[in-house]
């Protein structure tokens, strides 16, 4: 929607203008609206989740969240400091060169999101879908430019910054690093998503092994609440038989609470005093562990059993939610 806008921005401050005289772009617009209005009367009913959504990630409550004045420095590292050169030359033919007059929107459009998603607390990453069409608007004059001189050098130094960019893109990006490794590495701390799935098989063991210590009569009526949908998500992938598995963090709340009569719950990153404040007995029966020492969300993470809620679940539900 944020691109959509800012691309229609462009086109009212620099043109082509004459595109909105097209029928086909109009009824596009209608069709799209057509297919987005059943998400809009979802949002609509049930408080527009996604602002409250929005509201927070600004705030900084999610773990891929950058402060404001890491925004723009945040913009050189998303293709790659050494293709820097290349997408801002990209940017700045699609602003002044007269024969991409038609694609100078795009230009505008950069800047408009840039200035945006930095006013309203957006994610760095917000811009990437705009990097391609930069990376396109220089590509033939850095060609040519490679094909003129000092013809070997200059596609050697191409050549290298193109698969730089790719083996540095890998290792952050992909898993390509031995989780026992990454903790000996900045790989964490540039992406945070990259330790985020370490240990899930290991941790879905550990809620299963509090779930199988259970007496067999207890086992009826317990069921699982994780305080993200990592974890959730986790312990649904890793043990199924333990599914559907609860949580207050964003869309999985809108799923609803456990069944009415549920009188335990294995409880996992949720804070001590808020048990206490829910369940009449809370008692920890693990600690969970990585066994590769990587500081991410799950380690160290206390396993909790909790027995007799204070409210129905119908109560307590709203009070679990969390969103970020």
């Known amino acids: 929607m944020f691109l959509l806008l800012a691309v229609a921005i462009g086109i009212l401050a620099v043109g082509p203008r004459d595109v909105l005289r097209s029928r086909s772009l109009w009824l596009a617009a209608g069709l799209t609206l057509l297919i987005w209005s059943p998400n809009l009367w979802w949002q609509a009913t049930h408080g527009w989740p996604q602002l409250e959504l929005s509201s927070a990630i600004a705030s900084g409550t999610s773990g891929t969240s950058e402060p404001r004045w890491l925004f723009l420095p945040f913009q050189l590292l998303l293709i790659s400091p050494v293709l820097f050169p290349v997408w801002f030359a990209g940017w700045w033919r699609l602003a002044t060169d007269r024969a991409l007059a038609s694609y100078r929107v795009f230009a505008v459009a950069y800047v408009v999101l840039a200035v945006a998603f930095l006013v309203t607390g957006g994610k760095p990453y917000y811009l990437a879908g705009m990097y391609p069409v930069l990376l396109a608007a220089e590509a033939a004059p850095v060609l040519e430019w490679a094909a003129r001189g000092r013809r070997r050098l200059r596609s050697g130094l191409l050549a290298a ?141 206390p396993i909790w059993l909790c027995r007799e809620p204070r409210q129905s679940w119908t109560d307590l539900w709203p009070e679990m939610r969390r969103l970020g």
Do not use: K, M
């Open 161 to 301: 910054a193109v698969v730089l960019t790719l083996g540095v893109s890998c290792v952050l990006f992909l898993p390509v690093v031995p989780a026992d490794q990454l903790t000996d590495t900045p790989i964490v701390a540039v992406n945070y998503d990259a330790g985020e799935t370490v240990g899930w098989p290991n941790f879905a063991a550990a809620i299963g092994q509090a779930y199988d210590e259970l007496p067999p009569d207890r086992r009826q009526g317990t069921v699982v609440l994780a305080g993200n949908y990592g974890e959730a998500g986790a312990v649904e992938r890793f043990r199924p038989d333990l599914a559907p598995v609860y949580s207050g963090h964003n869309a999985y709340w809108d799923w609803g609470p456990p069944p009415a009569d549920t009188s335990t719950v294995i409880a996992v990153g949720y804070d001590e005093t808020d048990l206490r404040t829910w369940f009449g007995e809370v008692r920890r029966v693990a600690t969970f562990d990585n066994a590769v020492g990587l500081d991410n969300d799950e380690q160290g993470t």
